[in-house]
T-cell receptor, first 114, second 114 residues
């Protein structure tokens, strides 16, 4: 158990819909990261927050947005969903915003768009 | 632009022998390299890391080697055990515009045969 909690674990929805994925970081971790893993692909970095502020942005589509709340939990919002958005979405957390140490990953939220 | 590549999607090794997982990168600005291990239905977990100023880091059965001139990273597991069967991701970090970013490879599925 990494201490990072992601909900929901599985989500099935239709094209054009909007979903919200939630992440609670490990206690004490200030930084939250979102990654997308599509079939046979590596982990694609989407976005990072540190203590409520956006820290770094990766290949995140304009249809996607995220935020980190004062209690440090984070939400990833995916809208106008397309079939290609079907993927495993991971949240990770770390104490600092740097990558010299390990990231702690949640179990992921599997999104299926039909 | 795949900056971190794991060219072998899968690898099969006999129990007790050495497993060698390889990773190539293109960006000479990467300053930290990490290996993560992922079991099915779980998030990736940190395994071992190495700074770009070193060429070797060892932790028990796991050793990571870095060849900067060849832009090549490898993970050695010896002796290999059945519990090592998992997907292994190579990752590299770089500081871009004041923020650290982590780039993952596509992963290599390691199977340890009894």
């Amino acid at each position: 158990d990494s201490g990072v909690t992601q909900t929901p674990k599985h989500l099935i929805t239709a094209t054009g819909q909007r979903v919200t994925l939630r992440c609670s970081p490990r206690s004490g971790d200030l930084s939250v990261y979102w990654y997308q893993q599509s079939l046979d692909q590596g982990l694609q970095f989407l976005i990072q927050y540190y203590n409520g502020e956006e820290r770094a942005k990766g290949n995140i589509l304009e249809r996607f947005s995220a935020q980190q709340f004062p209690d440090l939990h984070s939400e990833l919002n995916l809208s106008s969903l397309e079939l290609g958005d079907s993927a495993l979405y991971f949240c990770a957390s770390s104490v600092t915003g740097d990558y010299t140490g390990e990231l702690f990953f949640g179990e992921g939220s599997r999104l299926t768009v039909l | 632009d795949q900056q971190v590549k794991q060219n072998s999607p899968s690898l099969s090794v006999q129990e007790g022998r050495i497993s060698i997982l390889n990773c190539d990168y293109t960006n000479s600005m990467f300053d930290y390299f990490l290996w993560y291990k992922k079991y099915p239905a779980e998030g990736p977990t940190f395994l071992i890391s190495i700074s770009s100023i070193k060429d070797k880091n060892e932790d028990g059965r796991f050793t990571v080697f870095l060849n900067k001139s060849a832009k090549h990273l490898s993970l050695h597991i010896v002796p290999s055990q059945p519990g090592d069967s998992a997907v292994y991701f190579c990752a590299a970090s770089v500081r871009i515009q004041g923020a650290q970013k982590l780039v993952f490879g596509q992963g290599t599925r390691l199977t340890i045969n009894p």
